[in-house]
C-alpha cells in the first residue's frame, strides 16, 4: 500500500468530530506559532531585505545573514551573565522558602495557621507597580553597598537588591503552589513517621522532599521564567550600567533613529534561549507536576 492509500484510509478512519478537532487544534498551533516564525525569519534578514519581503516570508536570495544574531549576542552577553547571576539563586531559595512555608502550613499544626495562609495568597495578587515605591525607599534604607564593606558587595549591589527582591515577591506564589500538592500526601504516612520518633525537620527532610520532585520542577520553572523575564524592577533598582540584566540590554537594542528589525528579533531569541533550554530539561517533571503525578 503506497503512502497516499495509507493516508486515505486513516482519513476515512476518522470521524468528523475528530477531524474537525484536529482542524481546531493545528489552526490554534498556527496562530500560536506565527509571530515566532516571523520574528525568526526577520532575524536572518538584512534591513534592505525586512523592507523589501513579508515579515512572514524567507530571507530574499542574497539577503540571508548571521550579523544580527552576533551583533545581539555581543550587546547582550554581559547582561545574560548577570541575569544567570541574579535568577537562579533567587529562583532556587524562592523555591526552597517556599517549600518549608508550605510543609509548615500543610503538616503542622499551630494558632494563627489560616491567617497566614491568607497572607500569602493575598501576596500573590500584588502587582509589582504597587510596591515600587516602597521597595526603593526599603533599599536606599538598607543600603547593602554601604553596611557591608566588601567590594564585591559594592560592586554588585544593584544585582543583588534584584535578586533578594524576586526571593521576597515570589514566596506567596511558591508556598501557594507546594501547599496544593503538599495538601494531596497521605496524612498516615506523616503521622506513622512521628510514632516512630522521627521530629519534623527528619520528616521534610526524609519524606516530604523526596516527594517534591515534581512541584519543585513546576515552581523552578515558573520561578526562573518570572525572574528571567523580569524589566520593570530590573530597571528600578540596577543603576550601575555593568549590572543590566538582559532584559534591560535587550531593551536598548532599541535604535534612537532607526529600527533595527533584524537586530531586535535575534536578540529575543538570544535572551529566551536559556528559559527555553529549561523548558527542554524539565519539561517531562514540569508536565507530571502539573498533572500532579
Request: net charge negative; proline share 5%; aromatic share 12%.
Given at each position: 500500500m503506497s503512502?497516499?492509500d495509507?493516508?486515505?484510509?486513516?482519513i476515512?478512519g476518522?470521524?468528523?468530530t475528530?477531524?474537525?478537532?484536529?482542524?481546531?487544534?493545528l489552526a490554534?498551533?498556527a496562530?500560536?506559532?506565527a509571530?515566532?516564525?516571523s520574528g525568526?525569519?526577520?532575524?536572518?534578514?538584512?534591513?534592505?531585505?525586512f523592507?523589501?519581503t513579508t515579515p512572514?516570508a524567507?530571507?530574499?536570495?542574497?539577503?540571508?545573514?548571521?550579523s544580527?544574531?552576533g551583533t545581539?549576542?555581543?550587546?547582550?552577553?554581559?547582561?545574560?551573565l548577570n541575569?544567570a547571576l541574579?535568577a537562579?539563586p533567587a529562583?532556587?531559595?524562592?523555591?526552597?522558602?517556599?517549600?518549608l512555608?508550605a510543609?509548615?502550613?500543610?503538616?503542622?499544626?499551630?494558632?494563627?495557621q489560616?491567617?497566614v495562609?491568607?497572607?500569602?495568597?493575598?501576596g500573590?495578587?500584588?502587582?509589582?507597580?504597587?510596591?515600587l515605591?516602597?521597595l526603593t525607599?526599603?533599599w536606599s534604607?538598607?543600603?547593602l553597598?554601604?553596611?557591608?564593606?566588601?567590594?564585591?558587595v559594592?560592586?554588585?549591589?544593584?544585582l543583588?537588591?534584584?535578586?533578594?527582591?524576586?526571593v521576597a515577591?515570589g514566596?506567596?506564589?511558591?508556598?501557594?503552589?507546594?501547599?496544593?500538592?503538599?495538601?494531596?500526601?497521605?496524612d498516615?504516612?506523616?503521622e506513622a513517621?512521628?510514632?516512630?520518633g522521627?521530629?519534623a525537620?527528619t520528616?521534610?527532610?526524609?519524606?516530604?522532599?523526596?516527594?517534591?520532585i515534581?512541584?519543585?520542577a513546576v515552581t523552578l520553572?515558573?520561578?526562573?521564567?518570572?525572574i528571567?523575564?523580569?524589566l520593570?524592577?530590573?530597571?528600578?533598582?540596577?543603576?550601575n550600567p555593568?549590572?543590566?540584566v538582559?532584559?534591560?540590554?535587550?531593551n536598548?537594542?532599541?535604535g534612537s533613529f532607526?529600527?533595527q528589525f533584524?537586530?531586535q528579533?535575534a536578540?529575543?531569541f538570544v535572551?529566551?534561549?536559556?528559559t527555553?533550554?529549561v523548558?527542554?530539561?524539565?519539561?517531562?517533571?514540569?508536565?507530571?507536576g502539573v498533572?500532579?503525578?
Amino acid at each position: 500500500m503506497s503512502a497516499a492509500d495509507r493516508l486515505q484510509t486513516t482519513i476515512a478512519g476518522l470521524d468528523r468530530t475528530r477531524i474537525a478537532l484536529y482542524a481546531v487544534l493545528l489552526a490554534m498551533v498556527a496562530f500560536y506559532l506565527a509571530p515566532l516564525e516571523s520574528g525568526f525569519m526577520t532575524a536572518f534578514k538584512t534591513p534592505d531585505g525586512f523592507r523589501t519581503t513579508t515579515p512572514f516570508a524567507l530571507p530574499p536570495l542574497g539577503e540571508f545573514t548571521l550579523s544580527a544574531w552576533g551583533t545581539a549576542f555581543d550587546r547582550l552577553s554581559n547582561g545574560l551573565l548577570n541575569s544567570a547571576l541574579m535568577a537562579v539563586p533567587a529562583t532556587v531559595l524562592s523555591a526552597l522558602f517556599g517549600s518549608l512555608a508550605a510543609y509548615g502550613l500543610t503538616n503542622l499544626s499551630w494558632r494563627g495557621q489560616i491567617g497566614v495562609l491568607v497572607l500569602f495568597v493575598a501576596g500573590v495578587f500584588i502587582p509589582y507597580q504597587a510596591v515600587l515605591v516602597p521597595l526603593t525607599q526599603f533599599w536606599s534604607f538598607v543600603d547593602l553597598g554601604g553596611r557591608i564593606p566588601l567590594a564585591i558587595v559594592a560592586d554588585n549591589e544593584g544585582l543583588i537588591n534584584l535578586s533578594i527582591t524576586h526571593v521576597a515577591y515570589g514566596i506567596p506564589i511558591c508556598t501557594v503552589l507546594f501547599r496544593s500538592y503538599y495538601a494531596t500526601i497521605d496524612d498516615e504516612m506523616l503521622e506513622a513517621a512521628r510514632l516512630d520518633g522521627a521530629s519534623a525537620a527528619t520528616i521534610y527532610r526524609r519524606i516530604i522532599l523526596p516527594l517534591s520532585i515534581p512541584i519543585f520542577a513546576v515552581t523552578l520553572i515558573y520561578q526562573f521564567t518570572q525572574i528571567w523575564n523580569d524589566l520593570l524592577f530590573a530597571i528600578v533598582l540596577v543603576s550601575n550600567p555593568s549590572n543590566q540584566v538582559v532584559t534591560v540590554a535587550l531593551n536598548q537594542l532599541q535604535g534612537s533613529f532607526v529600527q533595527q528589525f533584524n537586530l531586535q528579533m535575534a536578540g529575543a531569541f538570544v535572551a529566551a534561549l536559556p528559559t527555553l533550554v529549561v523548558y527542554v530539561l524539565f519539561g517531562e517533571q514540569f508536565a507530571k507536576g502539573v498533572a500532579g503525578d
